[in-house]
């Protein structure tokens, strides 16, 4: 027994069956050679590939709400900026400190509250509204993921609930990697 990756190269998402492959030996001499041509019952779910695009500002109407009763007080730590972060996180103090190359770092916050993002089809630019699209949100999920932000994700048809972690992140992918186009 042994394991052996195949790698399969494709250009669009959704399932992918393995196709026919060819096993073959030399062994044990290396006179002759055996073959087969074996048919696996294999398939795999190929998620879209991600395009780097900015999430999506909070706001009262792409945000939907906040997950607990207080603001945002209890200092958590820094973490490095990304493009979707307000400026007044940006942590001054410890950039005027550092080396004037390092990258900007903003504040994070932990206790009560939790800020909630919606990965909207409907918050799109007009002109991307093909698989273009699935991959600015595939993109916004794998971001909204690193932040550790709770996130949902709407699509035409279907509307997924905010949460964490990393079967939402799996049920988003795989949301985005079977969804038909309008």
């Given at each position: 027994?042994?394991?052996?990756?195949?790698?399969?190269?494709?250009?669009?998402?959704?399932?992918?069956?393995?196709?026919?492959v060819r096993?073959?030996?030399?062994?044990?001499?290396?006179?002759?050679?055996?073959?087969s041509?074996?048919?696996?019952?294999?398939?795999?779910?190929?998620?879209?590939?991600?395009?780097?695009?900015?999430?999506?500002?909070?706001?009262?109407?792409?945000?939907?709400?906040?997950?607990?009763?207080?603001?945002?007080?209890?200092?958590?730590?820094?973490?490095?900026?990304?493009?979707?972060?307000?400026?007044?996180?940006?942590?001054?103090?410890?950039?005027?400190?550092?080396?004037?190359?390092?990258?900007?770092?903003?504040?994070?916050?932990?206790?009560?509250?939790q800020?909630?993002?919606?990965?909207?089809?409907?918050?799109?630019?007009?002109?991307?509204?093909?698989?273009?699209?699935?991959?600015?949100?595939?993109?916004?999920?794998?971001?909204?993921?690193?932040?550790?932000?709770?996130?949902?994700?709407?699509?035409?048809?279907?509307?997924?609930?905010?949460?964490?972690?990393?079967?939402?992140?799996?049920?988003?992918?795989?949301?985005?990697?079977?969804?038909?186009?309008p």
């Amino acid at each position: 027994q042994g394991r052996v990756e195949l790698p399969v190269t494709t250009q669009q998402r959704g399932w992918l069956a393995l196709p026919r492959v060819r096993l073959s030996t030399r062994y044990p001499l290396g006179l002759f050679e055996a073959w087969s041509y074996p048919q696996p019952d294999l398939r795999c779910l190929v998620y879209p590939q991600p395009e780097p695009f900015p999430l999506p500002p909070p706001g009262a109407a792409a945000s939907g709400s906040r997950h607990g009763d207080s603001g945002q007080e209890d200092f958590a730590g820094l973490r490095q900026r990304q493009p979707a972060d307000s400026p007044r996180h940006v942590a001054w103090k410890a950039v005027a400190r550092n080396a004037p190359h390092q990258p900007l770092l903003v504040k994070q916050f932990a206790g009560g509250s939790q800020e909630e993002r919606w990965l909207d089809w409907s918050a799109l630019p007009a002109t991307s509204l093909d698989e273009r699209g699935i991959s600015i949100l595939t993109g916004w999920v794998l971001a909204a993921d690193g932040a550790a932000l709770r996130y949902g994700l709407r699509l035409p048809g279907l509307t997924l609930d905010p949460d964490c972690g990393d079967d939402h992140r799996r049920r988003c992918l795989e949301a985005l990697a079977l969804a038909s186009l309008p």
